[in-house]
């Protein structure tokens, strides 16, 4: 044995270590906890607008789209698209901007209970004016009613 080489490998000359073919899924779990507990933090603060005290009436719930567009009507009057103040003379040209981009654009009108009624015409003749053809009213279920259903404001 004076004359052989020593095998440094344990014998195993010519013979090469297969990868390892295992995921570590440690970082993974790390960022998606991180971003569990980022989008558990944000998504109250996304769900602000306009506080107004909706009707109330037994309807069943509108289908949902994307991005509802909603024009909101407060009690003093004061009329909001989305969440900032608005006059009735901007809101048809506004809307009709952004009907032109989604022709099957739906408007959701939010009106406050003690409004009156002249009021929220006024704004559904602007956007029927604007070329809107889907307009909903917005009311909130009967407490009586809501026990049995799983959805809040409709």
Avoid at 76 to 103: C, H, K, M, W, Y
Wanted: glycine content about 10%; proline content about 8%; overall charge positive.
């Amino acid at each position: 044995m004076a004359g052989a080489p020593l095998a440094r490998d344990g014998g195993r000359r010519g013979r090469r270590r297969r990868p390892l073919a295992e995921i570590n899924v440690t970082p993974l779990v790390d960022v998606m906890l991180v971003l569990l507990i980022v989008f558990m933090v944000t998504a109250p603060l996304l769900t602000t607008g306009v506080t107004v005290d909706l009707p109330q009436a037994r309807t069943a719930p509108l289908p949902g789209q994307d991005e509802p567009l909603v024009v909101t009507i407060r009690a003093d009057g004061t009329v909001f698209l989305q969440d900032s103040a608005i006059t009735l003379d901007q809101l048809g040209p506004r809307l009709a901007a952004v009907r032109e981009r989604n022709p099957e654009l739906r408007v959701f009108v939010r009106g406050d209970k003690s409004v009156d009624y002249g009021r929220v015409m006024a704004v559904v003749g602007a956007l029927n004016q604007a070329g809107i053809a889907k307009v909903a009213l917005l009311t909130e279920v009967p407490r009586t009613a809501a026990l049995g259903a799983t959805s809040g404001p409709r």
